[in-house]
């Protein structure tokens, strides 16, 4: 798809009867609209309110781990065999409960985010298309290599969208 969009493109711009017409070319950094954008930026506290105390409940346990590490290697001597491994043990599945916590709490954040950050392309790409027809753009083109600042249009898009 993106082969046929460059072919066109490159079909379009060595065409001189296209540039004798104005044709009118934009291109949007759409990295920059889920970083700068108020849309983007609402989206992203939205979600550390939303995973705040999850994340604070894992640094808890991480905190509890390390306290009862330290505990085994400072009173590890003076503890009978019995009590070492059983702090051993505690410690080893405290561990794997800070993992497994650790692990569903990043596949729920990725998930939240990228259901969050989907919502906010498809604002983006209603008001780009939205620019296109208003200012009359020929093609508007999103995450290429290179586009110079006279076609960059991402700022307008932004302040269309933090309206």
């Known amino acids: ?22 044709t009118k070319i934009g291109f949007v950094n759409t990295d920059r609209i889920f970083r700068e954008s108020q849309l983007a930026i609402r989206a992203q506290k939205k979600l550390e309110r939303e995973f705040s105390s999850r994340e604070q409940e894992i640094q808890k346990q991480i905190k509890q781990a390390r306290d009862l590490q330290t505990f085994i290697e400072k009173e590890g001597l003076t503890l009978s065999e019995a009590d070492r491994a059983k702090r051993e043990r505690d410690l080893a599945n405290l561990n794997r409960d800070i993992q497994r916590a ?7 954040l990725n998930q939240r985010k990228n259901e969050e950050f989907a919502q906010v392309h498809e604002r983006a790409r209603k008001a780009i298309i939205e620019l296109a027809e208003r200012e009359k753009f020929d ?15 991402t700022d307008r898009v932004i302040r ?3 309206r």
């Not at 093609?139 to 249009?153: K, P, W």
């Open 1 to 22: 798809m993106k082969g046929m969009l460059l072919l066109l493109l490159f079909a379009l711009l060595g065409s001189g009867s296209v540039w004798a017409n104005d």
């Open 102 to 108: 650790q692990r569903e709490f990043r596949e729920d």
């Open 139 to 153: 093609l508007i083109l999103e995450n290429v290599v290179y586009a110079s600042a006279r076609v960059d249009i």
């Open 160 to 162: 269309l969208l933090d």
